[in-house]
């Protein structure tokens, strides 16, 4: 059982997409030669050639574009936009377009895109290599959003994303990309769509995605030692999101924490909270608690690990939680 990084198995899963189908691509800036800033698309270039891998101008909006342009053509691209915050110029080919065009034909043009997007914080990145940027693309309707916490379940979500008909924003987390797994990496892995249960609890479900996974899992295991059992649910994808999953964990243990990077207002933890509440209200003990960054810019990397939610902050909203 082979030790891989979430780069490896990312790169892994772009490398078989490419050889068990000729119509893949893969574009964007730097991930040709260089192969990518975090070398995601290394050597890919080398294996498959420039015309199947092949570098960009900086201009995101280009980037979707033609992306999109290529989908009519019959190929199944993938586009890297090469930090969270560079995408926001592809919004308007991504948001009024990529994600409309099923809708605007009448089912009958899908667009096979994924577009690789590394988010989120955590690596001591500048101005705007930082963002969060889930809520827009989960609150369009037309595209799927999967965001892997984990090597081996990067792996398999990149796999089946490629190979979905609709476009797919797969939000790669940063600070999990030299994060290491044993094991062998997934020919079919969990479903698209469907969260995993990845530790169980009585007393309370922690819900959350990405790197916060990770902190949450650390939060649970500091809890267990003053005897409080946490569940944790890694959602996976936010585009189906598993609220039959999120729902049965809540009514289980009858209080729910949602733990996110980006800011508190109107992200992705409101959104499950209420959807908690509509499906496990009879079943819960306490309001459901949000752990989120704070309503304001990223900040500098000196200062971000105050604006991350920490294993502690996750802990202390348990606490609250379990104390009602």
């Avoid at 995601?40 to 280009?62: C, I, K, Y």
């Avoid at 043009?109 to 988010?119: A, E, T, Y």
């Avoid at 955590?122 to 369009?140: F, R």
């Avoid at 008909?165 to 790669?172: A, I, K, N, R, S």
Wanted: hydrophobic share 40%.
């Amino acid at each position: 059982m082979a030790e891989v990084t979430m780069v490896q198995a990312l790169n892994q899963a772009l490398r078989d997409s490419l050889a068990a189908d000729g119509r893949v691509l893969v574009l964007g800036e730097d991930v040709g030669k260089l192969g990518g800033v975090f070398r995601v698309t290394d050597r890919l270039q080398e294996e498959f050639g420039d015309t199947r891998v092949f570098d960009t101008p900086l201009a995101e909006s280009a980037i979707a574009g033609v992306s999109l342009g290529l989908c009519l053509a019959g190929w199944r691209p993938v586009a890297e936009m090469q930090f969270d915050g560079f995408s926001y110029p592809a919004l308007d080919q991504t948001i009024s377009h990529i994600a409309k065009y099923r809708y605007r034909s009448r089912g009958r043009q899908g667009v096979p895109l994924v577009i690789r997007i590394p988010f989120a914080g955590g690596v001591g990145a500048a101005e705007h290599h930082s963002e969060s940027p889930e809520t827009y693309y989960a609150h369009t309707a037309g595209l799927k959003v999967a965001v892997p916490s984990s090597p081996l379940d990067a792996y398999g979500l990149l796999r089946r994303s490629i190979a979905d008909p609709d476009p797919v924003v797969f939000l790669e987390p940063k600070s999990r990309y030299w994060s290491k797994e044993s094991g062998s990496l997934p020919e079919d892995g969990l479903p698209f769509g469907k969260a995993r249960v990845v530790r169980e609890g009585t007393d309370c479900t922690v819900v959350s995605y990405g790197a916060m996974v990770v902190r949450s899992l650390q939060a649970a295991a500091g809890l267990a030692q003053e005897g409080v059992e946490v569940e944790v649910v890694d959602l996976r994808t936010l585009v189906p999101l598993d609220i039959e999953a999120v729902g049965n964990s809540a009514r289980r243990t009858g209080r729910a924490v949602v733990v996110h990077e980006a800011p508190l207002t109107l992200g992705m933890g409101a959104e499950i909270a209420a959807r908690i509440m509509e499906e496990a209200f009879e079943h819960l003990e306490a309001p459901v608690i949000r752990v989120t960054g704070y309503d304001t810019p990223y900040p500098p990397a000196t200062l971000e690990q105050h604006y991350l939610p920490t294993a502690d902050r996750i802990a202390d909203a348990v606490r609250r939680a379990v104390s009602y």
